[in-house]
């Protein structure tokens, strides 16, 4: 299945894992519209649906080729090394980005969920009442996503391997954002900020040959926290896809009206021109949680007053942001016209 790739096609799986791995991290993007509209959306559900019953006899028996064959890992394991690159790297970056230019950076991913939403609707087909019907439950679900106010902060490792199965929905649903659903059961921070943070430092503290880490028990909760969200994302993940895979295999069009609605309803939630909501006590003061930070309750969004330079700005990123997307159907188009 899939095998015998150029070093080129390798080198643009792990590239892909990288795009995805970025968008998994930043809340209102979802990593399964990366590979959507990079084109491996449908060999990515298939491949996680080999995680089953004969993977795992397999892997008992020992039987490792066979395995890596079945499992299409070739695929995977460049996909999954292009995500962990990502978590290290692409993903800090887009930190500071979004902390230093946020209006900008939310300017692009917006023009780039345009871009994605045409990109995928353009290859549909014709359209009938039916999938304008499934078009429109994805539309309202995600614009209702979008705009539910987020839960407190849980620790509680239940409710972590919880929060695990669902926030992997981005992975292998388009326009559904893992990250902004981790915001609204309020552990965004504590699973893909402050858990990432300590496995981090406990990386390098490792190479620097000091274990000191093992006695602070606030590190160790946030390792343990990071294992358990792992779990359960791992879960998600190959549930998920199993029952994507069925139902791609049966409703394949019903789904992806479903999934352009859902896509298209999400642009609410990465609207560059929006303001936090806090929890305010009775003095008027902002609340802070246990760990010392505002507590958000949601956005207030808002249209710019004054056709400035930032907007102006704003609008141009926005366009850029269409147009990596559309450059991707150009190069895909570009890649078919030389094997011709």
Not at 114 to 133: H, L, V
Request: with cysteine.
């Amino acid at each position: 299945m899939y095998e015998n790739r150029s070093f080129s096609d390798k080198t643009w799986l792990v590239l892909k894992g990288l795009g995805m791995g970025a968008a998994n991290k930043v809340p209102g993007i979802s990593g399964g519209v990366v590979a959507f509209v990079a084109g491996f959306y449908e060999e990515f559900i298939y491949s996680l649906q080999k995680i089953n019953k004969k993977a795992f006899k397999l892997l008992i028996g020992g039987r490792f080729k066979s395995l890596y064959r079945y499992t299409n890992g070739q695929f995977l394991s460049l996909l999954i090394l292009g995500m962990i690159i990502s978590y290290f790297s692409i993903s800090k970056i887009l930190d500071y980005l979004i902390l230093h230019y946020e209006v900008y950076v939310w300017s692009a991913f917006f023009g780039m969920i345009i871009g994605s939403t045409y990109f995928i609707a353009k290859d549909f087909g014709d359209w009938n009442r039916k999938y304008a019907a499934y078009l429109l439950c994805g539309l309202i679900a995600g614009v209702g996503i979008s705009f539910l106010e987020p839960a407190k902060e849980n620790s509680n490792l239940i409710f972590v391997f919880f929060c695990g199965i669902i926030s992997v929905s981005g992975m292998t649903l388009p326009g559904l954002s893992g990250s902004f659903i981790l915001i609204l059961l309020g552990n965004y921070v504590l699973l893909l900020v402050d858990s990432v943070n300590a496995l981090f430092d406990t990386i390098a503290n490792i190479f620097q040959l000091d274990f000191s880490w093992i006695y602070d028990p606030e590190r160790i909760e946030l390792l343990k926290v990071l294992v358990v969200f792992s779990l359960g994302s791992l879960v998600g993940l190959v549930s998920l896809s199993h029952l994507l895979a069925y139902v791609l295999k049966r409703f394949k069009k019903a789904t992806y009206a479903v999934i352009i609605g859902f896509i298209a309803g999400s642009l609410g939630v990465v609207w560059p021109w929006k303001d936090e909501k806090y929890v305010l006590d009775a003095l008027g003061e902002i609340q802070h949680d246990a760990n010392g930070r505002e507590i958000i309750t949601g956005y207030t969004r808002y249209f710019p007053e004054h056709f400035g330079t930032e907007t102006i700005l704003a609008i141009v990123f926005m366009i850029v942001g269409v147009a990596i997307v559309l450059s991707l159907d150009w190069y895909d188009n570009y890649k078919k016209s030389q094997h011709v």
